[in-house]
């Protein structure tokens, strides 16, 4: 099962200082997917691939992003490794899902895994981005930076927040 297969990359982050989501949160995810069964989905934050090998791992079409080249690189040889086909992306989330936007794209999960205080700023166009049945995912949404969000989700008149104590916090909204 894929979170035993990733035990040695969790460790290796671990070790690095690189942030991944880990087992627990991982765990949850991974639920939620086989739940779910969300066919696209886009990630904002992709660090070294950790979340998107356990995002792609039920068959889903991943986008990811990050600002990093050095992640992205590391990410790229990780997805190789882990037989994930995922499109990632050498860019800023806030303006990728600006042009997402444009280009009328749609996706049946989002996670937000990315600067913390950049989740707001990209709150409404996730919304417009999300199908109708999707579902968006925060995570660490208990440090400072989210505080706006973390009020905002579960006050939107277009939501259904549910808020998941885990470590330092993760939240997954549906639409009303
Ligand atoms: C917490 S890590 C992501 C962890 C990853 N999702 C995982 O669990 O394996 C956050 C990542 O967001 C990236 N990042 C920071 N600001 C960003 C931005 N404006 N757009 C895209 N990525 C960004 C960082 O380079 C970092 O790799």
């Not at 303006?95 to 707001?120: G, M, P, Q, R, S």
């Not at 549910?162 to 993760?170: A, H, L």
């Amino acid at each position: 099962m894929i979170l035993e297969q990733l035990k040695e990359l969790e460790q290796e982050s671990i070790k690095r200082k690189v942030p991944i989501i880990g087992p627990e949160k991982g765990r949850w995810i991974l639920d939620k997917i086989k739940q779910f069964k969300p066919k696209t989905i886009l990630e904002l934050g992709t660090a070294n691939g950790y979340s998107g090998i356990i995002l792609a791992s039920e068959g889903a079409i991943l986008t990811t992003i990050d600002t990093s080249p050095h992640a992205v690189q590391e990410a790229m040889a990780n997805f190789k490794k882990f037989n994930v086909t995922a499109q990632v992306i050498l860019g800023d989330g806030v303006k990728y899902v600006e042009e997402l936007l444009t280009e009328k794209a749609k996706f049946d999960l989002i996670l937000l895994d990315f600067a913390n205080k950049e989740y707001i700023h990209v709150l409404e166009n996730c919304i417009k981005i999300l199908s109708k049945n999707g579902i968006l995912i925060a995570d660490n949404i208990d440090l400072p930076g989210c505080k706006e969000f973390k009020e905002k989700i579960q006050v939107h008149p277009k939501l259904n927040t549910e808020i998941i104590k885990i470590g330092n916090g993760m939240s997954s909204s549906t639409f009303k």
